[in-house]
């Protein structure tokens, strides 16, 4: 566009230009054709014209050069040959100013070409940062822009001076979390431990022990949750101590814990797991594969099945768990990753975090996790880490 814009305005130079050469020649002709009479020729000689002599103080006529054929031409007037002198001259303005124009063109066609990718690299780099940074699993990187303080520096600033309130924001609210997690922590130990000890030394009237043991099972509800609630502060600070870890040694490990669960929910649970490397902290990927097996027993039918594996693929370290349950909708999916949203699972199982969790961790070892509806019922959750080869 800025060329065009240019080979427009240079033409309209090269109009005017041409034009006003023509108006300056025709000003001065005065200076050239004096205002004379024709001066007659007689010839000399049977094929050659000759001048006659001029007067003094008059103008002597044009004579131009014979053509190739041999042929005398007549000489031109005065008038005649300056018609003549201003047509080559415009002639040649004309041309030497298109051809003047015609360079120009070019340099100002990668001038703009070098200033454009100057500027769209350097937006480039905006655009970049800010997919990375919102990517990513924290909100401590910054654009950073260098170089002259045009428009682009200004929507760097702009954008680092909102990651830097978005930055202190968030972090206010997981260390509320935290703090106030591990606060209630103690006086819950407290009231499970004075509910315990009367009931194991039977002192206990029977019938406040349904009512002992309804505390019991609310207070352990209780510390489930602040316990899932410190995972997930935990999991979106991220501040993980990064060791080697294989998922398939922690999806052994998920089934083992959760064996009585699901031999109590009569699942039937096929694993199937190959190695699957990657780096990242070996309690919180622990996590994430306990809360994806759980979510495949505790939202199921009874006597349904439920699938564990993992393996690498394009790269990729992946852990995948597959359970039958109630039907879902696509657009149900996103809902079950917001905290404190269970869904249609047995009454009294879970607190309503276990994907949020994984989601938050997941997202804090720059995984990816992808989850969709199953034909028949249930759902399919795959989290997706890049493998220790490629990280």
Excluded: C
């Amino acid at each position: 566009m800025t060329t065009l814009v240019f080979v427009i305005l240079g033409g309209g130079l090269v109009l005017l230009n041409w034009l006003s050469s023509q108006q300056l020649i025709e000003d001065n002709r005065y200076l050239v054709v004096p205002a004379v009479s024709t001066v007659p020729v007689e010839p000399v000689g049977p094929s050659a014209p000759t001048i006659a002599p001029v007067p003094p103080g008059s103008a002597a006529p044009i004579v131009p050069t014979p053509p190739d054929t041999g042929v005398p031409s007549a000489p031109l007037t005065p008038a005649e040959g300056f018609e003549d002198f201003q047509d080559r001259v415009l002639t040649q303005v004309l041309v030497r100013s298109l051809l003047l124009l015609l360079v120009l063109t070019a340099l100002a066609g990668l001038l703009a070409w070098w200033a454009s990718r100057r500027s769209l690299h350097r937006l480039t780099q905006v655009t970049t940062a800010a997919r990375r940074i919102s990517t990513g699993s924290s909100l401590d990187e910054r654009l950073g822009l260098t170089g002259p303080h045009d428009e682009v520096r200004e929507l760097g600033d702009t954008f680092d001076a909102m990651l830097d309130r978005l930055d202190r924001s968030f972090e206010a609210q997981r260390q509320f979390t935290s703090h106030a997690s591990h606060e209630l922590r103690t006086p819950l130990t407290l009231q499970r431990t004075a509910l315990e000890i009367p009931l194991a030394q039977g002192r206990v009237p029977d019938d406040l022990k349904p009512a002992l043991r309804s505390a019991l099972d609310a207070n352990a509800r209780t510390e489930r949750l602040i316990a899932a609630l410190l995972t997930l502060a935990r999991g979106e600070s991220g501040t993980q101590t990064r060791h080697p870890v294989d998922l398939a040694d922690a999806a052994d490990t998920a089934v083992r814990d959760l064996a009585d669960e699901t031999r109590a929910a009569s699942i039937r649970l096929t694993t199937r797991f190959a190695p699957a490397p990657v780096t990242g902290d070996p309690a919180l990927l622990a996590q994430v594969a306990v809360n994806l097996l759980a979510n495949a027993v505790r939202h199921n039918h009874p006597g349904g099945t439920a699938t564990l594996t993992t393996g690498v693929e394009g790269g990729r370290a992946f852990l995948e768990a597959a359970n039958s349950g109630p039907v879902l909708e696509q657009r149900d999916i996103p809902a079950l990753f917001e905290p404190f949203r269970r869904g249609q699972g047995r009454p009294g199982n879970g607190v309503g975090l276990g994907l949020a969790v994984v989601r938050a961790i997941t997202r804090s070892h720059d995984g990816t996790i992808i989850a969709a509806p199953r034909p028949g019922g249930g759902i399919t959750v795959r989290v997706d880490l890049p493998s220790r080869a490629t990280t």
